[in-house]
């Protein structure tokens, strides 16, 4: 589903990223670990096209998205990839709802339509007591809870994760690591996790092992 040949990325002349191959099937939970300092994050977000590579490719399916620009490329993005970060980046001025639905609303749904997806994804994870409440309301658990709702709200190819459990204590660590593999079993669901968490690394699908910039 996802393919990524030859990536390199430098910053000076630092070469952060030495030709790195990555396959990625539907349906999968990959995660890539490795020191800090390895190019785990910097793959990623190129992954995720919020970075480009200085060379290589990367596919989905049968788009080429680095010959994507501008509108076309936030376009792609919003509709085909979903992100969890460390620390859930929800909007503090807005409810649980509001937050899981933007991404929806910024890809041209219309507000009902968005709104009731929203709030299927949020009952679906438990939180339909919590539609109302804002970000500082919620625990640490719930936060990324809603943060995972919100990088499914529209249905994407592919969840990106940098450490979406990191700041989590180990309960709700475990119950998160939990919900990836249930979301991959129920809903088909690709994940690619970047974690240094050898438990959840342990449980996936396949690990990708980083080091100096290349998959070992």
């Given at each position: 589903?996802?393919?990524a ?8 002349d ?5 030709g790195?191959?990555v396959?990625?099937g ?6 890539i670990?490795?020191p ?13 096209t919020l970075d ?18 501008g ?12 992100f ?14 509001e ?11 219309k507000r ?16 339909e007591e ?7 309301q919620l ?13 499914l ?16 204590d ?5 119950a ?29 699908d ?11």
């Amino acid at each position: 589903m996802i393919e990524a040949k030859n990536i390199v990325k430098r910053y000076g002349d630092l070469e952060v990223l030495r030709g790195v191959d990555v396959s990625i099937g539907r349906g999968e939970v990959v995660t890539i670990v490795g020191p800090s300092g390895a190019g785990k994050t910097t793959l990623l977000q190129i992954i995720g096209t919020l970075d480009r590579p200085d060379a290589g490719t990367v596919r989905y399916v049968d788009t080429d998205v680095l010959r994507l620009r501008g509108k076309d490329l936030s376009r792609f993005r919003n509709r085909n990839i979903g992100f969890v970060f460390q620390f859930h980046q929800l909007l503090p001025e807005f409810t649980t709802l509001e937050n899981v639905a933007i991404p929806a609303l910024i890809g041209g749904e219309k507000r009902e339509a968005a709104f009731e997806r929203s709030r299927e994804l949020l009952r679906y994870l438990h939180l339909e007591e919590r539609l109302d409440h804002k970000p500082s309301q919620l625990s640490g658990g719930e936060r990324q809870r809603v943060a995972v709702a919100r990088a499914l709200i529209n249905r994407p190819q592919v969840v990106l994760a940098d450490e979406p459990s990191g700041s989590l204590d180990t309960a709700n660590k475990q119950a998160l690591h939990k919900l990836f593999f249930q979301l991959r079993d129920e809903m088909q669901q690709t994940f690619v996790i970047v974690t240094h968490d050898e438990s959840l690394a342990a449980e996936a699908d396949r690990v990708l092992r980083m080091q100096d910039g290349l998959i070992v």
